[in-house]
């Protein structure tokens, strides 16, 4: 029997085999759970979700396509979930963008109005728009999970709007835990140590980070997604059923050192 056996969710974030959220669907389904998977519109975004989804051995996906900077996106990934299920338990919110440009040492100061904008919708705003949608769907006991980084907390070179982004998601979980914890709704966030991801590669510098949490992290290492996936698991479980408004570090406990 799995932690998550009975158990339907979304997976929003999957870009390729690498993606914290594809881990995340692994660590979920291994559980038990039964998933959709809202993704970038696109043949070519499609060919690539479905491929590292059979990368961890899901033959048959349920494919969504969405942007979520599109409220009539989002409606139809609902209105197709409202069809198959009539309820459902968990959302991970793994999604995160802001121009490459800007993300690089030295040029926050430079960011754009309308590449701050996009930061936060995509990033941040998304959440509250996803959680809107969820709460209708979601009985007492529903969760939902999204994606961090340490960036939120401390100015990491590089890291730039992503980090204003970050903070602003951070922010917004504590206040949906709030509102939806009457209906019996936790919502919580993983801060993850860097991974080579898709995105992370993005980051000016990201070289010189994986190097430096490598030396100064109490566990003298970097993660590995797997962990993240292992902690997503309790926090879509009803083994972290008093645990809302939090944000769970799971970065080889760098985020306690005073370097």
Known sequence: MGLLEGCKGLVFGIANDRSIACHIAQAVLQEKAVCGFPHLPGEKNERRVRKALEGIGVTDPWLLPCDVSKDEDLDAVFASVRERFDAIDFVV???????????KPGRFAETPREVFAQALDISAYSLVAIAQRAKAMMPRNGSILA?????????????????VAKAAL???????ALELGESGIRVNTISAGPIKTLSAMAVGGIDEIFE??????????????????????YLLSDLSGGVTGQNVFVDAGYNIVGL
């Open 147 to 163: 994606m961090t980084y340490f960036g939120a907390e401390k100015a990491v070179p590089g890291y730039n709007v992503m980090g």
């Open 212 to 233: 430096w949490v490598a030396k100064k992290a109490p566990l003298r290492r970097n993660i590995h997604a797997g962990e993240v996936g292992k902690t997503a698991v």
């Open 170 to 176: 951070e922010a917004c979980t504590r206040y949906l």
């Open 93 to 103: 919110h793994s999604l995160a963008f802001a121009d490459r440009a800007y993300l």
